[in-house]
């Protein structure tokens, strides 16, 4: 068997990280839209084994401008880790993009894979990191045209073929819930919670067989339902994490209007007009409520695309921030907690990592009354098109 080398879950730092402690890194990049690469990562345990599964896309040069190299870690405090040799692995190239395969025991204690992406022109260096840990939950995934699905969200009406690390047939929860969105920073910790999450319905799928999600909706895919392990992906339409529909527009809305605009929204029933009144109304300016728009929903679609779980990413906590404050100018990392700090308004939000058999890496912000002023003196901006 292949030792296995868990990946991480891209985190980027534009600053050399040789020599560096994960700490001092900043991660802003992570959630760039202009960044040069692109890395995912899937981890699945298999029995006394863990695999990782990665893809490296080269956005801006070709693949041979960059290496890629190895170590392992003790801690986010650690300077320096031990270098890593990878000869056990599978990898192949199809175009801009690299896929490979490695494999480890599951250790006693948990540490840190380290993957460094250097450009040989620009001399940048790009850190990856993932928490090497027993208990990780998930122990399956889909494929699409042979092809594992890199990203949390699901297509209705796709065909994906299940895959699982046993020939056990595989008990699938549908949740058709579609959740809450996150409460304001400055809310109450608990406030809008989202329900316990019941199922709506169940069926069996063997694996190896083929699985077109026809609600949207969350489905979790399990061996054992009283067991912490499965893998879950969230079926969405064939536009996310773009929205186009008016429907659709409404809901993220909730965080930069009034009660009443609001309900006005909701209560356009998809009329365009309608819809567009009151962003005018918002905005008092038909250039600036283009900008608005513009600007707004392709926050929207970031979010989405970065932060989707078992909710539309932009529900999500940092969706959430991102939405309302768009990309971090200093991302930092310890023990796998991440904290955002934005420059203009000397703000510094915290994310928790609270992850479960429906998602290992969630994030929950910690919420403080004082974030309250910042918070509507942002959203008064966004108001002005002024983002």
Not at 193 to 210: C, E, L, V, W
Request: contains cysteine; glycine residues 4%; hydrophobic residues 35%.
């Amino acid at each position: 068997m292949e030792r296995l080398f868990v990946l991480c879950l891209s985190l980027l730092s534009f600053s050399l990280s040789y020599s560096q402690a994960i700490t001092s890194l900043n991660f802003r990049e992570w959630y760039n839209p202009e960044r040069e690469i692109d890395f995912s990562i899937h981890v699945v345990k298999e029995g006394n084994q863990l695999r990782a599964y990665y893809q490296f896309e080269a956005k801006q040069l070709a693949l041979n401008k960059y290496t890629l190299t190895w170590e392992r870690r003790d801690s986010f405090t650690q300077r320096e880790g031990t270098t890593l040799a990878i000869r056990d692995s599978t990898n192949s190239q199809i175009g801009m993009y690299q896929q490979g395969m490695m494999a480890f025991d599951i250790p006693a204690k948990s540490w840190l894979l380290v993957a460094m992406v250097t450009n040989q022109d620009s001399k940048m260096s790009y850190t990856y990191f993932k928490t090497i840990e027993a208990n990780y939950p998930v122990n399956g995934w889909l494929e699409q045209n042979k092809e594992r699905v890199a990203q949390k969200f699901i297509t209705q009406n796709k065909e994906y073929v299940v895959k699982s690390v046993s020939a056990e047939m595989l008990f699938v929860s549908y949740y058709k819930t579609d959740f809450s969105a996150a409460s304001p920073p400055f809310t109450d910790r608990n406030a809008n919670a989202d329900r316990f999450m019941f199922y709506d319905s169940t069926f069996k799928i063997s694996s190896g067989s083929s699985f077109t999600p026809s609600r949207p909706g969350l489905y979790l895919f399990q061996q054992d339902t009283n067991a912490a392990a499965g893998f879950a992906f969230r079926c969405v339409n064939e536009t996310y994490p773009k929205f186009s529909k008016i429907a659709d527009l409404i809901e993220p809305l909730i965080f930069v209007t009034t009660e009443d605009e609001y309900k006005e929204l909701l209560n356009s029933n998809g009329d365009k007009t309608k819809f567009d009144k009151v962003i005018l109304d918002i905005t008092r300016d038909r250039e600036r409520a283009k900008t608005f728009m513009r600007n707004y929903y392709r926050r929207v679609e970031l979010a989405n695309q970065y932060f989707s779980s078992y909710k539309p990413g932009w529900k999500t906590d940092r969706g959430m921030i991102y939405l309302i404050f768009g990309l971090p100018d200093e991302l930092s990392v310890n023990d796998g907690n991440e904290v955002w700090y934005y420059k203009t308004t000397r703000t510094r939000f915290t994310f928790v990592k609270s992850g479960s058999v429906y998602d290992p890496d969630n994030y929950v912000l910690l919420r403080d009354k004082r974030f309250m002023e910042t918070w509507f003196s942002t959203v008064d901006l966004i108001r002005k098109s002024r983002f």
